[in-house]
């Protein structure tokens, strides 16, 4: 599968964006699909992850309640819905599939991944 992350940019602080993944060559629903960070200097992280059939997603603490990963299989893609950013925010996101076993939260699951979009909020 590929992946093409987009509709990373520049907002303020309290503001929104929402990012895309979009997947081509397999469905979206053959994988866990997740979508991790890394901001300049830190070691990448991850940030959300839904299971195949979406019915279960997770995410990490620090955005739980302002984050909200969806998917649209009939569009093959992945949406990560960010409301009240905050400058902690500022990264680069990726997403990323995989189709085999572990912990969604360890990024040596994922054997697929896109190419990254940045993400810069502003205080």
């Known amino acids: 599968v590929q992946l093409q992350a987009s509709g990373g940019g520049l907002v303020q602080a309290g503001g929104s964006l929402r990012l895309s993944c979009a997947a081509s060559g397999r469905t979206v629903s053959s994988y866990v699909m997740g979508w991790f960070r890394q901001a300049p200097g830190k070691e990448r992280e991850f940030v959300a992850a839904?299971?195949?059939?979406?019915?279960?997603?997770v995410y990490t603490h620090s955005v739980k309640g302002r984050f909200t990963l969806s998917r649209d299989n009939a569009k093959n893609t992945v949406y990560l819905q960010m409301n009240s950013l905050k400058p902690e925010d500022t990264a680069v996101y990726y997403c990323?599939?995989?189709?085999?076993?572990?912990?969604?939260?360890?990024?040596?699951?994922?054997?697929?991944w896109g190419q990254g979009t940045q993400v810069t909020v502003s205080s």
């Open positions: 839904t299971s195949y059939s979406g019915g279960s997603t």
């Open positions: 990323a599939a995989s189709n085999r076993g572990g912990s969604y939260y360890f990024s040596s699951r994922y054997d697929y």
